[in-house]
């Protein structure tokens, strides 16, 4: 029996509920850490990988309504390894950071990590700013030679600076030049696969080292120890796991990486990476999202977490500030998009790219007021898959927002004149560059003469964590020619929803042709996992000219997505 959600209402003092996830769709890897002087304000980061602009952050007064107040990934040069990635999969990127807050300043620590030809770490990354509601105030970021990943920012009571990171190994680092100390190894963890994700928090004289075990996957877990100086040597709690939804029927499942903080009553909190896909761990085309539990944490103790679920109890929540809202213009993690592109506005902040854009979006262009206009790129959404490329023949025209909730509609109204064989714009279920399923307007031959058709087409993946039993249905290429007309210039609404948590239905209208009707189902697991095991999926716009030589733009009027529920159980 599955259990929704329609929304999610302001606590009272009297109520402690909510429902997760509080940081919906693709969200993962979280950090937060509560500033009073900021008004008694929450701020949470999650990871990017290698969508542009990278590292979100989000700011909250109750823990339950969040808003992106920032990016700090907002500058190609920032982090080059972005734009020059060739990766078709999300694996390179910025990985997990930690944010942390001292003396007025907000501090991000971050890792660029890389697969091809084989895993490293590139290099670490500290970002600061002295206005986190500004995406200019992040600075550029001071380097430091990191050699794993998931660094962790610690400040003991003298004021030296740790990081700690995967392997849980520690070093002191110079915040002003990124200089890192000699390397000690604090802890092995209690046995798990790749420990990893560690946090430091000093209590009541106590070191408490936390970090996640098992891998990221059905056995993730979080564990603890506890030292009374910062280098150890850490003791372990027999307790441990102290947080895991592993070997349960839970519909949350990974459930991992955590951090910890305090509200303004002093009370404790927990974050932690989660999926929505019960024990078969097979359909969660949102991938890893953000959950919260209450923490009891007594002088002296081990600090008990609350097991993740979909309706929660805890502390008495936080109340809004009265008259002082979060500042800045950006949009609340589960709000509509109703979006006309008109004459004087941007690109809204919560909308992404697959690597930094290279000038092909344009907001009310000249000849097209009120229009987003998209310049189609070469390569199309899957690209070439050829390291060592020029990033400039395999950067992809492609502008996204996260799916959030299970329940949902999307879509954009498009206008296109395709002149080409082989151009192409639509819309996409986009994880990976091998993973997505799309439909588009696509210049054609048929009977010997260039025709508009519709094309509904995904990728074919042998790696879905589907066993053989459980056979995934990949449809077929879908083609079908419009009707002709005289005019060369197409108008279409092209439409994705999900009525239900297995099933996208994409489909197409065209008002020049009433009588023209295209639908299609496709399964949600085709985007889950596979190449895209750490991420979840993205809504959006393409257009290409499939590696042929058209540049004949497409134009969206009308670009729009409504949650219509979250699945919780």
């Known amino acids: 029996m599955s259990s929704i959600t329609k929304s999610v209402a ?16 693709w969200h993962s890897d979280p950090s937060c850490v509560f500033v009073a002087e900021e008004n008694n304000t929450f701020f949470c980061t999650t990871s990017s990988f290698l969508t542009f602009p990278g590292i979100p952050i989000y700011a909250s007064q109750d823990l339950v309504h969040w808003k992106l107040v920032s990016n700090v990934f907002t500058h190609p040069e920032q982090v080059p390894e972005i734009a020059n990635s060739t990766s078709q999969t999300q694996q390179d990127g910025l990985w997990a950071a930690t944010i942390r807050y001292r003396n007025g300043k907000f501090y991000l620590v971050t890792s660029y990590a890389s697969t091809y030809p ?16 500004s995406d200019d105030s992040w600075t550029d970021p001071i380097r430091f030679a990191i050699r794993d990943i998931d660094p962790d920012l610690f400040w003991d009571d003298d004021g030296t600076a740790y990081i700690s990171r995967a392997g849980i190994v520690q070093q002191t ?40 075990e098992g891998g990221t996957e059905l056995n ?10 910062v280098a150890g040597p850490y003791e372990g709690y027999s307790g441990n796991p102290i947080l895991t939804n592993s070997n349960t029927t839970e519909y949350f499942q990974t459930v991992g990486h955590a951090d910890l903080f305090q509200d303004s009553d002093g009370n404790w909190w927990g974050i932690a990476l989660a999926t929505r896909s019960g024990p078969a761990w097979r359909v969660y085309p949102m991938g890893r999202e953000t959950v919260l539990f209450a923490v009891t944490w007594g002088e002296g103790e081990w600090p008990v977490l609350e097991p993740v679920q979909g309706q929660m109890t805890g502390w008495k929540l936080p109340q809004r500030s009265k008259g002082k809202g979060i500042p800045g213009n950006g949009a609340y993690v589960d709000a509509p998009d109703h979006i006309t592109f008109g004459p004087g506005t941007s690109i809204p902040r919560h909308f992404l790219y697959w690597r930094p854009p290279k000038g092909s979006f344009t907001v009310s262009p000249p000849e097209s007021p009120c229009s987003l206009r998209l310049l189609p790129s070469s390569q199309n959404l899957t ?23 299970t329940y949902f509609t999307f879509s954009v109204d498009i206008t296109y004149a395709p002149i080409e064989e ?11 560059q091998d993973q997505h399923i799309d439909l588009g307007i696509v210049l054609l031959l048929s009977e010997g003469k260039l025709a508009p058709h519709v094309r509904f087409q995904t990728t074919l993946l042998n790696d879905l964590n589907t066993p053989a039993t459980q056979n995934v249905t990949v449809p077929d290429t879908i083609v079908k020619i419009l009707p002709s ?16 948590d297995t099933h996208y239905i994409l489909s197409a209208t065209l008002p020049q042709f009433k009588q023209f009707e295209f639908s299609q189902n496709a399964e949600a697991v085709l985007v889950s996992g596979g190449t895209g095991r750490f991420t979840g999926t993205l809504l959006g716009a393409y257009a290409t000219s499939n590696g042929g030589s058209g540049s004949t733009p497409a134009y969206i009027t009308q670009w729009q997505y409504d949650g219509h529920g979250q699945k919780i159980s």
Do not use: C
């Open 422 to 432: 082989g151009e192409e714009a639509g819309v996409t279920i986009f994880l990976t």
């Open 10 to 25: 302001l606590a009272s003092p009297q109520n402690s509920t909510y429902t997760n996830p509080i940081l919906p769709g």
């Open 485 to 500: 007309s005289s005019s060369k210039e197409i108008r279409a609404r092209l439409q994705i929803q999900a009525k239900d």
């Open 118 to 133: 084989s895993f490293k770490v590139v290099s670490g990354f500290l970002f600061t700013s002295t206005n986190i509601y």
């Open 220 to 229: 993730h877990r979080v564990t603890i120890a506890r030292s009374k100086n």
């Open 383 to 405: 690209g070439t898959g050829v390291p060592g490329v020029d990033v400039n023949e395999t950067a992809i025209t492609l502008i996204t927002r996260r799916q959030t909730h």
């Open 173 to 212: 680092i110079d915040l002003e030049t990124g200089v890192l100390g000699p390397e000690t190894k604090i802890w092995a963890g209690t046995g798990g696969a790749t420990p990893e994700g560690p946090h430091i928090y000093k209590k009541d004289g106590w070191h408490y080292l936390m970090i996640s």
